[in-house]
């Protein structure tokens, strides 16, 4: 049957050249593209930034209750400018039907738990047009901090990439937000701890701009003792920053989110850096 459609095609002039034409276009589109995504990935490698950030289709919405907690809880979303308000909702949607959300021990899971979860990870994703964390496709809540057996002791968050889950003790990721400028928020360090991992495992476009600025950053600080000795001796960044770099970099944007004038002033060297890693360049920041 294809050889014979094939022939038909062949023996109709009209149609083989039609047929010809189509397929020439179609590889001639797929190698534009590839030689597009070259040239995005050397561009954000040198200059640590895509080329363009946000295009959809269609914008998804949330729903009437879900917006309403959004634009009265999320202090984020309501320092943006109209068309990145909706750009942002757009990916809250996307967030919330990408992921499972399990209650735990009782807890029944609510709109607001979606909602500020979803607008967490949409916040920190903000500045990369790949926003999906791909390790991840579900969001487990404790009432309180749970038991892990990760190490056998209690936590109040975790991420665990082999089960693509990120766990909360629901009661402190809602004290992350109840103060907003002490530089404590469990559910920005445990997004971080997300992405962080994600980039490393994937080395796409996303983390070209998140490793690589991340680097720059380390690098600075061991070259420059005195800077780093400033930075320790502040105190500005609590002792748990430099238990690893996997510590150091979500304390270091829970920092950033929280208090970015107060560390654009102190450090506007590492607060550049930070800016870079996120690509930030709205709500203020």
């Known amino acids: 049957m294809l050889l014979q459609t094939q022939t038909e095609i062949e023996e109709n002039p009209l149609v083989y050249k039609y047929v010809m034409a189509i397929g020439t276009i179609v590889i001639i589109l ?44 999320f202090l984020f979303y309501k320092n943006l400018t109209p068309k990145h308000k909706a750009y942002f909702q757009h990916r809250v949607a996307v967030f919330i039907n990408n992921n499972q959300f399990i209650g735990k021990e009782g807890l029944v899971v609510t709109d607001q738990m ?24 579900k969001v487990i809540l404790y009432p309180k901090a749970f038991f892990s057996s990760t190490n056998q002791e209690l936590h109040k968050g975790e991420f665990n990439p082999a089960l693509k889950a990120i766990v909360f003790s629901w009661e402190d990721f809602l004290h992350g937000y109840s103060i907003n400028n002490d530089n404590f928020n469990l559910g ?10 994600d980039n490393l495992k994937e080395r796409g476009l996303k983390a070209a701009v998140f490793l690589n600025s991340f680097t720059d950053l380390i690098n600075f600080l061991e070259n420059n003792k005195n800077y780093k000795a400033k930075l320790v001796a502040s105190e500005y960044l609590r002792d748990y920053a430099y238990t690893n770099k996997f510590e150091f970099v979500s304390v270091i944007i829970e920092t950033f989110i929280e208090t970015p004038n107060q560390f654009k002033s102190q450090f506007p060297e590492i607060y550049k850096k930070v800016k870079q890693m996120l690509n930030f360049n709205f709500a203020g920041y």
């Open 114 to 137: 979606k909602v500020l979860v979803a607008a967490t990870a949409t916040m920190l994703t903000f500045g990369f047009r790949n926003h999906k964390i791909k390790l991840l496709n």
């Open 30 to 73: 797929f190698v534009l593209y590839r030689i597009y995504l070259i040239v995005e990935f050397k561009y954000a490698s040198v200059f640590k930034k895509p080329l363009y950030n946000h295009v959809y289709f269609k914008l998804k919405k949330i729903t009437p209750a879900q917006f309403s907690i959004l634009k009265n809880q």
């Open 188 to 197: 920005i360090h445990e997004f971080v701890h997300a992405i962080h991992i």
